[in-house]
DNA sequence: CATAACTTCGTACACCGTACCCAGTAAGGG
DNA sequence: CCCTTACTGGGTACGGTGTACGAAGTTATG
């Protein structure tokens, strides 16, 4: 399942199709299909039913073609993951706008309340798109829309105090911080659909071993914890709400905020 | 490739054999392998050559066995999945000592030595073992190893000032940022080993594109970033060094400290 | 109008997880 | 002692996957 970039003579061709690259033929039959039409279908299938459930012959049914027509638009299903992954980043920007006008919009209300709304973004994406955390991305795909999403983060960032290597590092931070929280709390909340087990049947098996666990002395914190109905909110409440997710997203903010106000005088030596 | 716990009945055989809880049969012949040492195969396979390459049949050849004699210890490969996951996280525990006797160990420095020590460990972990962020744990498995670490996490948070569910999120926290981080950075190095393409024919592949960028006014910061040598870290350098992770992971404790020194006083109400 | 470029897509292959089933083995009961 | 019973090993087969190949149809150009 990982991106695997098939063949490694396709890697030019899949930057071409993802930066529209590609001159447009003269001869022969009109495409009946387009890269845009395979890659939102291509979404669709996999917001509704997992990644598991994308396959090439289920996107061509999903449009009424040929399995194989789609391989006269995209080279191979990893190369339409990639292309799906920048669509789907592009979403939250307006391609009207240029990264510095986004950018000043986001900064409004200083570079806190940007990159707030940065990460929020993302969190959000991310729910939409479950999908997402589950491709391996095993190198950045560097396509316009990630592009353009980092040039506007660092543009936030800009101008505040921090060296080149610093903003990126801040970058990282709030994306790994988004990604991390988004795969555990995402993930939890999407079980129950992928599975043929009901949330309930899950617990309840897992039930009996638990008990046996938390009337165990050594784990009387973890007692503490459930008893406190923590796992009762994980476990049987809505997990969009993203109560877990702000909160720590204020911690990762105040973290930074202090690294900046510190100045580069506060700071030990780079 | 999502954790899918196939069957659904099996779910109670997957628990038992993670818990230690199956009965040892009377009849018949002795058995000629064990749960663990499948999954010490599976664990050898997929560290190696990524979970892609992590099949029945290639485990079974690796054990000189028949494929389908895996089945009689393990339920399906997603259960060995699960089963793959526990005992990685049983690497860094002490099966001798109790989660008290550990978290204390932890706790000699401080709460926070203690946290960014279980930070560090995990980092670890998911160096050692990379294919554990391919895994979708679409829910937490709680087997013994995972509980095991939770109840140390929760024990050397313990008695600072947080509530239950403070300290749960804390937790969340670290452990989103320690996996999110290593999602992004593990996977940029192990793409080289993955992929047919080498990672200077990828860098050069994306060149044409990155430079046609570079030049567009639109994306100067970008372009600042690049020349400040910031992706030449990424793309050529030894990403286990963690210098990133390192410095994220203290703007986290520093968020955190944050919080714990401004007391329930100091802070809204929850 | 022949040709070359381009489309669509059926067929085929290697690989996957695993259901089913039968043969072989070892302990318990008579 | 043997027969029954429980168990292990594993071959075969089925329905799925990604995609290589090539045949057949379509259209602009020389």
């Known amino acids: 399942m990982s991106t695997e970039y098939s063949g490694g003579g396709d890697l030019t061709f899949s930057l071409k199709v993802m930066w529209g690259g590609r001159e447009k033929p003269t001869r022969g039959p009109k495409p009946g299909l387009s890269v845009e039409r395979i890659v939102q279908a291509a979404i669709q299938v996999a917001d509704a039913e997992g990644l598991a459930a994308l396959s090439m012959r289920r996107i061509a049914t999903e449009l009424g ?10 080279p191979g299903k990893n190369e339409l993951v990639d292309l799906m992954l920048d669509a789907a980043y592009g979403e939250d920007l ?3 706008k240029t990264p510095e006008q986004e950018a000043e919009a986001l900064r409004e209300k200083g570079w806190r309340a940007g990159l707030e709304k940065i990460a929020r973004g993302a969190w959000a994406l991310h729910l939409r798109h479950p999908w997402i955390l589950q491709v391996s991305q095993a190198r950045p795909v560097l396509g316009p829309s990630s592009i353009k999403g980092l040039e506007i983060a660092l543009r936030v960032l800009d101008g505040i105090g921090l060296d080149e290597f610093e903003m990126m590092k801040m970058i990282t931070l709030v994306d790994g911080y988004v990604t991390g929280t988004a795969r555990i709390i995402v993930e939890a909340g999407r079980a129950a659909q992928q599975t043929g087990v009901s949330d309930e049947q899950f617990w309840q098996a897992q039930e009996p071993f638990m008990m046996r666990l938390l009337d165990d002395g ?7 914890i459930a008893d406190a109905g923590v796992f009762a909110d ?3 409440g809505d997990p969009s709400d993203g109560d877990g997710f702000e909160f720590g997203l204020q911690r990762v903010l105040d973290g930074i905020e202090a690294y900046v106000n510190a ?6 030596a780079s």
């Open 65 to 74: 073609v040929g399995t194989m027509s789609l391989y006269r638009y995209v």
């Open 94 to 96: 307006e391609p009207d």
């Open 218 to 224: 050594r784990f009387a914190t973890l007692r503490r």
């Open 234 to 236: 994980v476990s049987g």
């Open 263 to 268: 100045g580069p005088g506060g700071r030990g």
